[in-house]
């Protein structure tokens, strides 16, 4: 595990709704991602664990608090601001994948590439490497998303994650939507981004998903209920007992 | 480059509802462009030929016997004349028969085609064979059906004139039926002839100073004759008739500017309310999009390049195909104005039709576009639409009527913006349809309506009488069964201060029924008065 912090939540408070209708998240919830990590955000359904990884990816905006990354307090950047600091510092992963339906998956992935100063021609190449790591070949690279399987599509999504190398990759229950054989797959793609030292903050309720990360965070009450340190990922029956303790623990 | 190819995807992606947005601004600025290029063409053509044929500012037609050295004088002292001329001309009311297939009566003047000229230059090939001959201008070619070589015939007096047509004359100096008179020019023995017959007058045609204002000359130099008790039978000036010839085409400008801005309006409308719907139905998209990293004003351009691009491409597709149109156009103004020209390519009205139409959809698109702000990527993701419903309107639980009917009311109070919104624009629709319908009817298929209400009952059918047989007509007309009334009368062409008109006179106005009165006070004495409509017939 690296040591060095890349987000940084200080006293973060989310809520919803207005007037006598609030329901309240996170009241006081402090966490820090570590760069190089592979951390996992686990907790019952409604916890906020997506609300939780929206908010360190900037895309949600918190009731109070700060929240760093690398540095720069995005609580206080304007939308505009944020859009073009989360070009280069943020790679999405969703569960529902959203690809550009009027987009081939390598325009899918070259719009995002296009963001980010570089030729045409670098953006390419990266992306046919990207491809290539995700075991998409090149006639399927061409092909619109409603023609491709949805393995296929989230791992297309994947490259268009990570096409700007960003700083850190967030991904909200990225298997959520995938058979067991596509989950693998992605998880694979997972494992290795993460093995080439890609930041990963990722949301799952799948243990099999979880066993990647090297750290996992239990979110329950509105707090960061508990969190357990994996270590690099392998097929590993301590490793998997020693998850499956954590989880006893947090009452999962 | 991206905003660019992701408005071209969005462009693919409605290739049918671009078309038909893309027709309608290259409708509207085909319309535009025809208006424009005629507003800012027929003017300054009219006003080019005006130069080129010296034509005179003021013209006057006295008796000959009247035409003396001082009233000469009189003419060139009065202020703001800087050159004039007279020449000997015959006036008389003629009808001239089978002008587009009707009699037409109209006052005209006739020329010794020969006869020196300085003002009112003429632009006329002479013929080889021109001893029958007349020359008529453009009016009476193109509008009666006039063509050189055929027959036509004036009757004067009880003495029809027939000659043949030598050729068309370009003139600026009168026109068409609108100006009141017209001109026929012919050769100096058949000019004589005529002139043997009907007599002749004096016309002096008056070039005006440059800072002289045409319509005050005109009447100054009215006022010098009145004083030197000289009868004026007919003035005219450069400045009504160009009003008169080119009202036609002013009306037309006028309906086709109202007609591209109701069909822009309605253009723009069409592209807010989908740009509106794609932002409803891409929410998610462009939430994904925020969440890549596109800014919001990078998301609003390429939801508004398509329709800039369309808008561009269209209306200069409209512009352009207006040019085939024009030629046609300007035919039809010429036939009626007595006046043709050939419109050619205008760039500044070329421009207007392009970019008002353009500017006018992207600033919309815009307008319409800049909700994308509001777009909140985690909301969009979520599926959360912005103004989502917050209230439960008639539960299911508690509301006493049918579920289908409760299900129904929900939705339509669900969005209430919206059905308002539908209902209004019905409601607008509705009233335009119902008063085109109406006008339509009463246009199309039965006009009588709308010209007896306008003014007075419009004749089934008008004689004219050979003289000394309007007694035996009268008899005929009165003896048969299918007439209903009728009114006998004679057309004479008055002159007022300013301008010319054809009166009708008669010895028995009961028989005509008038629908308009205008009712106001005589500003000179003070007396309430009405005019001119449904008076008793004693009163007339």
Redesign the interface.
């Known amino acids: 595990m690296a040591s060095d912090i890349v987000i940084s939540a200080r006293h973060m408070k989310k809520s919803f709704g207005t007037g006598n209708n609030i329901q309240t998240i996170y009241d006081d919830l402090n966490i820090d991602i570590y760069r190089g990590d592979f951390t996992v955000i686990m907790g019952a359904s409604g916890a906020g664990k997506s609300t939780l990884l929206?908010a360190l990816s900037g895309?949600?905006t918190p009731n109070g608090g700060t929240i760093e990354f690398d540095g720069v307090d995005i609580t206080k950047l304007t939308?505009?601001e944020l859009?073009?600091f989360?070009?280069?510092a943020?790679g999405?992963v969703?569960q529902?994948i959203?690809l550009?339906?009027?987009?081939s998956l390598m325009?899918n992935v070259l719009?995002?590439g296009?963001?980010v100063n570089r030729s045409k021609t670098q953006i390419a190449e990266r992306a046919n490497q990207l491809f290539d790591l995700v075991n998409i070949s090149p006639q399927t690279r061409k092909n619109m998303p409603s023609l491709v399987s949805g393995g296929e599509a989230q791992r297309a999504g994947m490259v268009?994650a990570v096409i700007?190398e960003p700083t850190v990759l967030f991904a909200d229950e990225p298997t959520g939507a995938l058979n067991s054989a596509n989950s693998t797959a992605v998880l694979d793609v997972f494992t290795s981004l993460h093995q080439q030292g890609q930041t990963i903050v990722m949301v799952t309720h799948d243990k099999k998903s979880a066993l990647r990360a090297n750290r996992v965070v239990y979110v329950r009450d509105g707090q960061i209920f508990g969190s357990c340190e994996l270590g690099p990922y392998r097929e590993d029956a301590a490793r998997t007992a020693k998850f499956e303790e954590f989880l006893t623990q947090m009452e999962w | 480059m991206v905003i660019a190819c992701s408005g071209f995807h969005n462009l693919k992606k409605a290739k049918g509802q671009y078309t038909s947005f893309g027709i309608i601004i290259a409708i509207t600025a085909c319309i535009m462009n025809i208006a424009l290029v005629l507003a800012m063409q027929t003017g300054a053509a009219y006003d080019r030929r005006f130069q080129e044929l010296n034509t005179a500012d003021v013209n006057v037609i006295i008796p000959e016997a009247q035409h003396t050295a001082s009233v000469r004088d009189s003419i060139a002292a009065t202020d703001g004349v800087e050159d004039m001329e007279h020449r000997r001309v015959s006036l008389a009311s003629a009808t001239v028969r089978d002008f587009a297939g009707a009699d037409f009566d109209m006052t005209t003047v006739f020329y010794n085609i020969d006869d020196p000229r300085t003002l009112n230059t003429l632009a006329v090939e002479r013929a080889d064979n021109e001893q029958d001959g007349v020359y008529v201008p453009e009016y009476m070619s193109e509008m009666g059906g006039f063509a050189p070589g055929s027959p036509i015939t004036y009757a004067i007096d009880g003495t029809e004139h027939t000659y043949t047509v030598a050729n068309t004359v370009g003139e600026m100096q009168y026109g068409n039926y609108g100006t009141g008179l017209i001109g026929a020019y012919l050769p100096p023995d058949a000019f004589e002839d005529f002139a043997a017959r009907h007599g002749t007058v004096m016309e002096y045609s008056i070039r005006a100073s440059d800072d002289a204002d045409t319509q005050q000359l005109q009447s100054d130099i009215a006022a010098a004759l009145a004083d030197q008790g000289v009868t004026v039978l007919n003035t005219s000036n450069r400045v009504s008739a160009k009003q008169t010839r080119t009202m036609v085409c002013t009306l037309l400008v006028a309906i086709f500017l109202a007609l591209a801005f109701i069909v822009l309006a309605v253009s723009v409308f069409l592209s807010n309310f989908r740009i509106r719907n794609t932002i409803a139905n891409d929410m998610t998209q462009m939430g994904v999009l925020k969440a890549l990293g596109y800014t919001s004003s990078m998301i609003i351009r390429s939801c508004v390049i398509p329709y800039a691009l369309v808008g561009a491409v269209s209306a200069m597709v409209g512009a352009g195909l207006s040019y085939a149109a024009l030629p046609a156009l300007a035919h039809v103004l010429a036939v009626q104005s007595g006046f043709s020209f050939t419109p050619t390519f205008d760039p500044v009205a070329t421009a207007i039709a392009v970019l008002a139409p353009t500017g006018a959809i992207v600033i919309f698109a815009y307008v319409a576009a800049r909700s994308i702000r509001r777009v909140e990527p985690i909301n969009a993701i979520r599926g959360i639409r912005p103004n989502t419903a917050t209230v439960n309107h008639f539960p299911l639980e508690t509301t006493n009527m049918p579920v289908k009917t409760t299900l129904l009311a929900k939705r339509i109070a669900s969005s209430a913006g919206t059905n308002i919104l539908l209902g209004a624009v019905a409601v607008v629709v509705t009233l335009l349809m119902s008063f085109a319908g109406v006008l339509l009817y009463n246009v199309v298929i039965k006009p009588a309506n709308l010209m007896d209400t306008l003014s007075e009952e419009t004749p089934s059918v008008i004689f004219t009488a050979a003289p000394g047989k309007l007694g035996e007509l009268s008899e005929t007309l009165d003896a048969d069964g299918r007439t209903r009334t009728v009114l006998h009368y004679a057309s004479v062409p008055v002159s007022y201060d300013g301008g010319n008109l054809t009166a009708f006179v008669s010895e028995d106005f009961s028989q005509v029924h008038n629908d308009i009165v205008y009712e106001g006070r005589n500003p000179a004495t003070g007396a309430r008065s009405r005019w001119a409509a449904r008076l008793p017939s004693n009163t007339r």
């Open positions: 929206y895309m949600d939308s505009d859009a073009v989360c070009r280069k943020c999405f969703f529902q959203y550009i339906d009027n987009m325009d719009a995002a296009t963001l268009r700007n």
